[in-house]
């Protein structure tokens, strides 16, 4: 499990889970769960034309996961934000699946960017993820005050002089970039549930934001070595641990914090 | 008029019994789509509706694997997945994209499962691309009275349904005041939203069926402004998009560079962009004159 050819997937696969608890936290935090898996899914397109035109795949990823953000920040000023980002998100889909058809790649190609390859990861191809990935957290970590206070109360963060606008441009560059980096790992249909289950774990866990921060990455880091060792064993993709990890983390939560209200606080539902 | 006719319809459109079959099927589903997805896009369910989409995957992947027809599992995760989402507080608007999220997150990593399944112990290579991106002019003909039923069966729930869904989603409260169950109206809600999207998933794909859900309904309900003439004029735009899909996917055949036809699913998701786009932009116009 530690041979040699796996020390890539190891590295790669931490990388991903870092960034993945750190964007992850301000994407259950401002509700953008819908935005944060219609970008990775998006962006599959952008690998699949990248792949028809013989570009690098993190180039195309980037591409239209920028693409698909800025289209989201647009189109949602003038709809409702949950049918804009629908419409973005199965626009790109459907010229992905033109992309598809034009090539003549094995569906298993195919299969791995939607469920995540970990094993493929090549030593060149870790120093962009981890530069990348430096950068995405370095961002948010620059601007988690204004993120925070954007996030959480939007009217008072406009009265301090931070532009809820541009924030949440911010925000959704920040996932754009996230995503590419962590698209070809994890695969585009389950980033997501890394970006999401840990995060939503770790808020129902700890009240203090930084620390809510520090455990969802715990989590995230812990998920991924796992699923990794999972897959290895069973030699099931890795997809499957993931996805089902995320879901146990949210499950573990909830359960922790439904168990630590007294039973004379409880209220049904909450 | 004969010769425009010749280029919009290519030689032996009428005849060819896939593209009927394709008419048929995907006419249904979008009609179907269109009418639900008027009450996702009023209710604030898009979300939803595609997490019920992806999650199809999954069912489609397992039938894969026993090898009965994909619509069958498309529809029992659909409404399966309907009810755990449900269960697991999908009231809430805070928490239900969240507890959305993390039912199509698990969905989909059984679908991973199921289709690596399907891709080695069986030789069914194509299942991926299949489930996910549609393939309309493959579907057999003894798939249609399935259509029929579950497309039936959906606009029943909503028809039967129509006012209470209504009230409850312009204002749960007031619905409940007026003695709605608001709970139970939402369960159903979800219900039909998972039927249609698995009739959707036939035609243009799992992922995809978003579109035809939400697509035509966001249009529709920019342009008129009573629920009743949206619901009507959102199933008129959702065939008549399909169907225009379907003509131009024939006609694609032997444009380059593969020769063998461009997607019918990547036809009806571009018109149907193109539609929202412009209805937003008269909107505005609308309203600036207005």
Same mark, same amino acid.
């Given at each position: 499990?530690?041979?040699?050819?796996?020390?890539?997937?190891?590295?790669?696969?931490?990388?991903?889970?870092?960034?993945?608890?750190?964007?992850?936290?301000?994407?259950?935090?401002?509700?953008?769960?819908?935005?944060?898996?219609?970008?990775?899914?998006?962006?599959?397109?952008?690998?699949?034309?990248?792949?028809?035109?013989?570009?690098?795949?993190?180039?195309?990823?980037?591409?239209?996961?920028?693409?698909?953000?800025?289209?989201?920040?647009?189109?949602?000023?003038?709809?409702?934000?949950?049918?804009?980002?629908?419409?973005?998100?199965?626009?790109?889909?459907?010229?992905?699946?033109?992309?598809?058809?034009?090539?003549?790649?094995?569906?298993?190609?195919?299969?791995?960017?939607?469920?995540?390859?970990?094993?493929?990861?090549?030593?060149?191809?870790?120093?962009?993820?981890?530069?990348?990935?430096?950068?995405?957290?370095?961002?948010?970590?620059?601007?988690?005050?204004?993120?925070?206070?954007?996030?959480?109360?939007?009217?008072?963060?406009?009265?301090?002089?931070?532009?809820?606008?541009?924030?949440?441009?911010?925000?959704?560059?920040?996932?754009?970039?996230?995503?590419?980096?962590?698209?070809?790992?994890?695969?585009?249909?389950?980033?997501?549930?890394?970006?999401?289950?840990?995060?939503?774990?770790?808020?129902?866990?700890?009240?203090?934001?930084?620390?809510?921060?520090?455990?969802?990455?715990?989590?995230?880091?812990?998920?991924?070595?796992?699923?990794?060792?999972?897959?290895?064993?069973?030699?099931?993709?890795?997809?499957?641990?993931?996805?089902?990890?995320?879901?146990?983390?949210?499950?573990?939560?909830?359960?922790?914090?439904?168990?630590?209200?007294?039973?004379?606080?409880?209220?049904?539902?909450? | 008029?004969?010769?425009?006719?010749?280029?919009?319809?290519?030689?032996?459109?009428?005849?060819?019994?896939?593209?009927?079959?394709?008419?048929?099927?995907?006419?249904?589903?979008?009609?179907?789509?269109?009418?639900?997805?008027?009450?996702?896009?009023?209710?604030?369910?898009?979300?939803?509706?595609?997490?019920?989409?992806?999650?199809?995957?999954?069912?489609?992947?397992?039938?894969?694997?026993?090898?009965?027809?994909?619509? &069958?599992?498309?529809?029992?995760?659909?409404?399966?997945?309907?009810?755990?989402?449900?269960?697991?507080?999908?009231?809430?608007?805070?928490?239900?994209?969240?507890?959305?999220?993390?039912?199509?997150?698990?969905?989909?990593?059984?679908?991973?499962?199921?289709?690596? &399944?399907?891709?080695?112990?069986?030789?069914?290579?194509?299942?991926?691309?299949?489930?996910?991106?549609?393939?309309?002019?493959?579907?057999?003909?003894?798939?249609?009275?399935?259509?029929?039923?579950?497309?039936?069966?959906?606009?029943?729930?909503?028809?039967?349904?129509?006012?209470?869904?209504?009230?409850?989603?312009?204002?749960?409260?007031?619905?409940?005041?007026?003695?709605?169950?608001?709970?139970?109206?939402?369960?159903?809600?979800?219900?039909?939203?998972?039927?249609?999207?698995?009739?959707?998933?036939?035609?243009?794909?799992?992922?995809?069926?978003?579109?035809?859900?939400?697509?035509?309904?966001?249009?529709?309900?920019?342009?008129?402004?009573?629920?009743?003439?949206?619901?009507?004029?959102?199933?008129?735009?959702?065939?008549?998009?399909?169907?225009?899909?379907?003509?131009?996917?024939?006609?694609?055949?032997? &444009?380059?560079?593969?020769?063998?036809?461009?997607?019918?699913?990547?036809?009806?998701?571009?018109?149907?962009?193109?539609?929202?786009?412009?209805?937003?932009?008269?909107?505005?116009?609308?309203?600036?004159?207005?």
């Amino acid at each position: 499990m530690f041979a040699p050819f796996m020390v890539n997937a190891w590295v790669a696969a931490s990388i991903v889970a870092v960034i993945a608890g750190v964007v992850g936290f301000f994407v259950v935090l401002r509700g953008a769960a819908f935005v944060a898996d219609a970008v990775p899914q998006g962006a599959f397109a952008g690998a699949a034309g990248a792949s028809l035109l013989g570009i690098n795949t993190l180039a195309g990823l980037g591409l239209f996961a920028l693409a698909g953000s800025l289209g989201i920040g647009w189109l949602s000023k003038r709809a409702r934000r949950d049918v804009a980002t629908a419409l973005t998100l199965v626009v790109m889909l459907g010229v992905g699946a033109l992309f598809l058809s034009f090539t003549v790649e094995y569906s298993a190609e195919i299969f791995s960017l939607l469920f995540g390859q970990v094993l493929g990861v090549s030593t060149t191809e870790i120093l962009p993820i981890a530069i990348l990935g430096a950068v995405c957290v370095l961002a948010v970590l620059l601007l988690f005050r204004p993120l925070l206070m954007s996030s959480l109360a939007p009217d008072s963060s406009a009265a301090a002089g931070i532009s809820t606008g541009r924030m949440e441009l911010i925000f959704l560059v920040i996932v754009a970039l996230a995503t590419s980096l962590t698209l070809p790992v994890v695969g585009a249909l389950l980033i997501f549930s890394l970006m999401i289950g840990p995060p939503a774990a770790a808020r129902s866990l700890v009240s203090s934001p930084l620390a809510a921060m520090g455990l969802s990455v715990v989590l995230a880091v812990l998920t991924v070595w796992v699923a990794i060792a999972a897959s290895f064993e069973t030699n099931w993709p890795i997809g499957f641990f993931v996805g089902t990890g995320g879901a146990v983390c949210y499950a573990a939560g909830r359960l922790v914090a439904w168990l630590r209200t007294s039973p004379g606080r409880r209220v049904s539902g909450s | 008029m004969s010769s425009v006719l010749r280029v919009l319809f290519a030689p032996g459109f009428f005849a060819s019994s896939p593209v009927h079959v394709a008419l048929a099927v995907g006419g249904i589903a979008a009609l179907v789509s269109g009418v639900v997805g008027t009450f996702t896009v009023l209710r604030g369910q898009s979300y939803s509706g595609h997490a019920l989409a992806d999650l199809s995957v999954t069912g489609g992947s397992a039938t894969f694997l026993a090898s009965v027809s994909p619509l &069958w599992g498309f529809a029992g995760t659909g409404v399966i997945a309907a009810g755990i989402m449900d269960m697991i507080g999908i009231r809430r608007p805070r928490g239900r994209d969240l507890a959305t999220g993390i039912v199509r997150g698990a969905g989909l990593g059984l679908a991973a499962l199921f289709l690596y &399944w399907d891709a080695t112990s069986t030789s069914t290579t194509g299942a991926t691309v299949t489930i996910l991106f549609g393939s309309m002019f493959t579907i057999s003909n003894s798939v249609v009275p399935l259509v029929v039923a579950f497309g039936v069966s959906a606009l029943a729930i909503i028809a039967i349904l129509y006012r209470p869904l209504l009230l409850s989603s312009v204002s749960a409260d007031v619905a409940a005041a007026r003695g709605v169950r608001v709970r139970l109206t939402g369960l159903a809600c979800l219900l039909a939203i998972a039927l249609a999207v698995s009739l959707a998933a036939v035609t243009v794909g799992a992922i995809l069926s978003t579109a035809l859900l939400v697509g035509p309904a966001a249009i529709a309900l920019r342009l008129t402004s009573t629920p009743g003439r949206a619901t009507v004029a959102a199933a008129l735009i959702a065939v008549a998009m399909t169907w225009l899909g379907v003509v131009l996917a024939y006609d694609s055949f032997g &444009w380059p560079p593969s020769h063998d036809g461009w997607p019918v699913s990547f036809f009806i998701v571009t018109l149907i962009f193109l539609g929202f786009v412009a209805a937003q932009l008269t909107g505005r116009v609308r309203r600036v004159r207005g």
